[in-house]
T-cell receptor
Framework: GAVVSQHPSRVICKSGTSVKIECRSL??????MFWYRQFPKQSLMLMAT?????????EQGVEKDKFLINHASLTLSTLTVTSAHPEDSSFYIC???????????????????FGPGTRLLVL | GQNIDQPTEMTATEGAIVQINCTYQ??????LFWYQQHAGEAPTFLSY??LDGLEEKGRFSSFLSRSKGYSYLLLKELQMKDSASYLC??????????WGAGTKLIIKP
């Protein structure tokens, strides 16, 4: 099956620093990747949709200047948390979607493959 | 607005059967998904329903009624490893997944 990796799996940083999280599709090309955030005991919250070669689409309430997304290739998307603060501490998960990127999944049953997540702790 | 409702927490006994319900109101419908998420891990796919009826996959079954905006996930012969959160998600008319808050399932011996 399709595999999505994330790096790093865990990061601790000081307040005010920037952190970059990488999301890679290892054995398939993903024209669309999604970035989620999950706070403890809460559900996944979609932050943004990342399309290869174009600007990311951010969900309402997500600051695009704070959460920089770059989808430079069909296998790599990065999320940079700029000037991180303790309230940014969370579990960040990416997912990649199969299909031609038109919005129609090739196999709806597994439309999104999730990475293992990155746990960010800002001190 | 779009809304997915599922119970926050459920408790069941090892070896028993449990049913987790999900109701939804979304702009368009292109299928309903159930995911399992263990603590500290990413979600893993369990099932997909787009037509009314029951889909069975081993110990897990998922049911959908589109007219009622309702689904359930049925887990049989519960095992301790089934302790996890179960997320209901609906794909809307834009093929975006709308997520429920998840149901934490606690299995007791």
């Amino acid at each position: 099956g399709a595999v999505v990796s994330q790096h790093p799996s865990r990061v601790i940083c000081k307040s005010g620093t920037s952190v970059k999280i990488e999301c890679r599709s290892l054995d398939f090309q993903a024209t669309t990747m999604f970035w989620y955030r999950q706070f403890p005991k809460q559900s996944l919250m979609l932050m943004a949709t990342s399309n290869e070669g174009s600007k990311a689409t951010y969900e309402q309430g997500v600051e695009k200047d704070k959460f920089l997304i770059n989808h430079a290739s069909l296998t790599l998307s990065t999320l940079t948390v700029t000037s991180a603060h303790p309230e940014d501490s969370s579990f960040y998960i990416c997912s990649a979607r199969l299909g031609p990127g038109t919005g129609v999944p090739s196999w709806p049953g597994e439309t999104q493959y999730f990475g293992p997540g990155t746990r960010l702790l800002v001190l | 607005g779009q809304n997915i409702d599922q119970p926050t927490e459920m408790t069941a006994t090892e070896g028993a059967i449990v049913q987790i319900n999900c109701t939804y109101q979304t702009s368009g419908f292109n299928g309903l998904f159930w995911y399992q998420q263990h603590a500290g891990e990413a979600p893993t796919f369990l099932s997909y329903n787009v037509l009314d009826g029951l889909e069975e996959k081993g110990r897990f079954s998922s049911f959908l009624s589109r007219s009622k905006g309702y689904s359930y996930l049925l887990l049989k012969e519960l095992q301790m490893k089934d302790s996890a959160s179960y997320l209901c998600a609906v794909m809307d008319s834009n093929y975006q997944l709308i997520w429920g808050a998840g149901t934490k399932l606690i299995i007791k011996p």
